[in-house]
């Protein structure tokens, strides 16, 4: 191949990243060496999960690529950009809880992010409804968080982190909490918003099957500190639902990736 013909693919591949750490390193204050060193390389639009046991360093790791903290080594890049993104400048964050403030409507909480960034009032809330549609609560944007499910709550959250309409969304965690049958709605759901909205997605979960189950590619940690311990690529036919679910093909990757899980992890069950 002449170096004509090499290097358009060569650029191309580079500005396709949506998020790339390499030599990435965190030790806390209080001495805990929580990650690292950490190499990993996310292309804009694709789902990966970061799976592995707790502690290993998988919130330290969105947190890094958030910006709320610095990382003690390494480099973090966003797409173009040095340094990491900032929450509400082209990343999402979805808490493990839903987090909303309980004296306000459903519509505020989701607002928030755009009232802080000094969007006119009638354009937040018009996006803010326009959030809570593409995720299915456009009849509760006058309700108050107490009125909602957990699954709901949930909902809302992500309505939160997407009314930004960021490039890139960071999930910590965000079904753990939620029963198996709300969890399942969600997932194809996300799923959905995934296809629809074309966003980059970092989902980190400790379940085997909810990672194979979403992910293009699941990331397998080491405990702390956090390391790659295997890249798992998930490929099926797309879109993905029950069938996919009930299917030989995501029973042999749900034993895959729990194979790569099993050296992290002392005799605690894995899934
Ligand atoms: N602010 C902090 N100061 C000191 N140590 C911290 C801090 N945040 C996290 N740690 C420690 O760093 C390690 C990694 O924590 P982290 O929350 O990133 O792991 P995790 O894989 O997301 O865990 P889990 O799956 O239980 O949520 C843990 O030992 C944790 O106690």
């Known amino acids: 191949m002449s170096d004509a013909k090499t290097t358009p693919t060569v650029e191309a591949s580079l500005t396709a990243l949506a998020v790339s750490l390499r030599g990435v390193t965190k030790t806390y204050d209080n001495g805990v060496m929580a990650l690292g060193p950490f190499d990993l390389a996310v292309r804009k639009g694709e789902f990966i999960s970061l799976l592995g046991p707790s502690g290993c360093g998988k919130s330290t790791a969105l947190r890094l690529i958030a910006g709320l903290s610095a990382a003690s080594s390494g480099t973090v890049r966003m797409s173009r950009h040095e340094g990491p993104a900032q929450i509400g400048h082209g990343i999402g964050f979805v808490f493990q809880e839903p987090t909303l403030m309980p004296w306000t409507s459903v519509r505020e909480n989701v607002r928030l992010p755009l009232k802080l960034g000094g969007i006119p009032k009638a354009e937040g809330r018009a996006r803010a409804d326009a959030a809570l549609a593409s995720v299915g609560l456009a009849d509760f944007a006058n309700a108050f968080p107490r009125e909602l499910s957990g699954g709901m709550k949930m909902r809302v959250s992500l309505a939160r982190a997407l009314v930004t309409d960021p490039d890139i969304l960071l999930m910590d965690e965000p079904f753990a909490a939620l029963d198996e049958i709300t969890r ?19 989902f980190v979960t400790h379940s085997v099957f909810e990672s194979v189950y979403l992910s293009q590619r699941v990331v397998v940690m080491t405990a702390r500190p956090g390391r790659i311990q295997a890249d798992i690529r998930i490929e099926t036919v797309e879109p993905r639902g029950e069938e996919f679910r009930t299917s030989a093909a995501y029973s042999d990757y749900c034993r895959k ?5 099993a050296p992290s992890y002392s005799g605690q069950s894995m899934l």
């Open 184 to 202: 399942f709605r969600l997932n194809n759901d996300l799923l959905a918003l995934w296809r629809s909205l074309g966003k980059t997605v970092i």
């Open 257 to 261: 990736v729990s194979a790569a899980l």
